[in-house]
């Protein structure tokens, strides 16, 4: 099966704290790209990161750093220090690259809340 | 054009009635996905378009449900005899082939069946 699994469904911290956004995946597939999304209130979805299956140096990008460790199936997301410009609703996503037929396979998200 | 456009932003229907929702995808972008998201859920795959390809409607959810993209580009997702369970957001992304590098969002299309 394909599938990605946000267990958290909502988060709340107060600004400055450090906040991890779980993401496990399964797929059958040895080439896979993996993805984090971000959706604002707004509502319109921005492309944060992608990984291809054969990298799994972590990334660090400012505040926000990635984790992916193919021996869990896992892609966590972290932000350092975080602001109210934060708060968004953030989706984990996997892309098989064979038997998935190229489409995006989102998680259900999860909701960030950045309190002042 | 610079982004993914979508028309309209909102769109209020009457049960039973049809609805036509556009999407212009990036200028260059061969590939085009239409998603739903319903209030407070995830993204639900509909259909995806890649070039010349026959469309992957593997996703749709009932025979109500069409999408057409003309020329490789604009692309229109047609609802017949709406119901009030299809109200929901309907988003459209394209990207370059096989969506590796990400997807480009439209801001979607907000749809409310009464």
């Known amino acids: 099966a394909q599938k990605v699994t946000q267990a958290q469904t909502e988060i709340s911290v107060v600004e400055k704290e450090d906040v991890t956004l779980d993401c496990v995946y399964e797929t059958r597939d040895t080439t896979y790209y993996l993805f984090w999304y971000k959706q604002p209130p707004s509502g319109e979805l921005v492309f944060l990161i992608r990984r291809n299956s054969f990298d799994e140096q972590n990334e660090i990008s400012g505040r926000y750093s990635w984790n992916f460790q193919k021996s869990t199936s896992s892609f966590n997301f972290t932000i350092t220090a975080s602001q109210v410009v934060d708060s968004a609703v953030y989706f984990c996503a996997l892309i098989p690259s064979y038997t998935g037929g190229f489409k995006t396979i989102f998680g259900a998200g999860t909701r960030l809340f950045v309190k002042a | 054009g610079a982004g993914v456009s979508q028309s309209p932003s909102n769109k209020v229907t009457e049960k039973g009635k049809d609805v036509e929702l556009r999407c212009d995808p990036i200028?260059?972008?061969?590939?085009l996905y239409w998603y739903r998201q319903s209030l407070g859920q995830g993204l639900e795959f509909l259909i995806y378009?890649?070039?010349?390809?026959?469309?992957?409607k593997s996703g749709l959810p009932s025979d109500r449900f069409s999408a057409e993209r003309t020329g490789g580009s604009v692309s229109t997702l047609t609802i017949q005899r709406t119901q009030q369970e299809d109200s929901a957001v309907y988003l459209c992304?394209?990207?370059?082939?096989?969506?590796?590098?990400?997807?480009?969002f439209g801001s979607g299309t907000r749809l409310t069946v009464v």
């Open positions: 378009f890649q070039g010349n390809s026959a469309p992957d």
């Open positions: 992304a394209s990207s370059f082939i096989g969506g590796a590098d990400g997807y480009t």
């Open positions: 200028s260059g972008h061969t590939a």
